[in-house]
């Protein structure tokens, strides 16, 4: 028998995170946390963080459900338990979150290996988290992917913001370009035709959710202008896997395992698109740092030669916990 506990917490961000979206300055959320009843010096800890500026639940619907495992955790196995999660998902993907990752953490703490991770023959790599092209917060980590915020001022204002940061930065960094569905296609177009005659267009690595409310045909007429790859990111809730994953043309995801639901889910969604040729970016959202660990499992199962930098670097723009 299994008793599952929650904590809500708010931590303050040092700066406000800003994005197209909106802006943060808290974050809030519940630490889950599961054990076996009388047995309690194994514990699973797992972090349930909202986020409806991406398309979350709210911070009461989680709770909410949360409360709801509480009391019938009792009388499932965690099998059981993670089946029921399943008919949350899409609705309550943060709380299904918290859930899933305790029950996977104490999974692998009683020696099992729950998301099947390979021995990883490089250390985890990941992008630098530097804010927005305004006000870049780029240092001399060693990361060299540098992820900004963009959509925020006018296309053309950021396109001459991004020649003078090109032209400053080592010679071995690259942009990780992230707009938040801020523009229209008609933007994307301009903003992307612009790139392209940039003398420094190799430096961008990648250019995350350009558009609103996006359709794969215009994704894919915007990959094909681009020497980049477009990916998707928030939107990957809005298409059939399967039409996602019979496009040829799709370069690359971004996989939030807040957004999609926990960490064994995203693992198994995140094969499936290695499987067919589609880069895979996993990527935390401002959670603490049981959550980040969390994705990092994820990032170490899907990527175990570290090919790609994942976006993992989020915990210096919190407060200590």
């Keep these: 028998m299994y008793k599952l506990k929650i904590t809500p917490y708010q931590i303050e961000l040092k700066h406000p995170w800003i994005t ?75 709380a299904c979150c918290g859930v899933e990752s305790a029950i996977i953490d104490l999974q692998s703490k009683l020696g099992e290996n729950p998301l099947q991770i390979q021995k990883s023959v490089r250390p985890l790599r990941v992008n630098q988290a530097a804010g927005t092209l305004q006000q870049p917060t780029i240092d001399n980590s060693g990361n060299s992917i540098v992820k900004l915020k963009i959509g925020i001022e006018s296309v053309e204002s950021e396109i001459e913001l991004l020649k003078d940061l090109i032209n400053t930065l080592p010679s071995h960094y690259r942009v990780r370009l992230d707009a938040n569905q801020a523009w229209s296609m008609e933007q994307a177009l301009i903003f992307i035709r612009a790139l392209n005659e940039l003398s420094g267009v190799d430096r961008v690595e990648s250019l995350e959710e350009p558009i609103v409310d996006p359709t794969l045909e215009q994704i894919n007429r915007l990959q094909h202008l681009s020497s980049f790859p477009i ?78 930098a994942h976006g993992l670097d989020t915990g210096k723009w919190l407060n200590e916990e």
């Excluded at 991406?54 to 709770?63: A, D, M």
């Excluded at 807040?258 to 198994?268: E, F, M, Y």
Aim: a negative charge; charged letters at 25%; hydrophobic letters at 35%.
């Design 20 to 94: 197209s979206r909106g802006e943060l300055n808290t974050r809030d959320g519940f630490w889950v946390s599961i054990s076996e009843d009388g047995k309690n010096s194994v514990e699973g800890e797992g972090d349930a963080a909202p986020l409806p500026i991406l398309g979350t639940e709210t911070i009461e619907q989680c709770r909410t459900l949360l409360e709801k495992f509480v009391s019938i955790t009792e009388k499932y196995t965690l099998n059981e338990l993670l089946e029921i999660l399943a008919d949350y998902r899409t609705t309550m993907p943060a």
């Design 231 to 308: 990916a998707l990111d928030e939107s990957i809730s809005h298409f059939e896997l399967h039409s996602l994953l019979n496009n040829n043309k799709l370069r690359r995801v971004v996989l939030k395992p807040t957004l999609i639901g926990g960490p064994q889910t995203t693992v198994k969604i995140a094969r499936q698109f290695k499987q067919h040729r589609v880069e895979v970016v996993i990527t935390s959202t401002l959670e603490s740092h049981i959550g980040v660990d969390s994705a990092i499992q994820c990032a170490l199962a899907i990527d175990p030669e570290q090919q790609l």
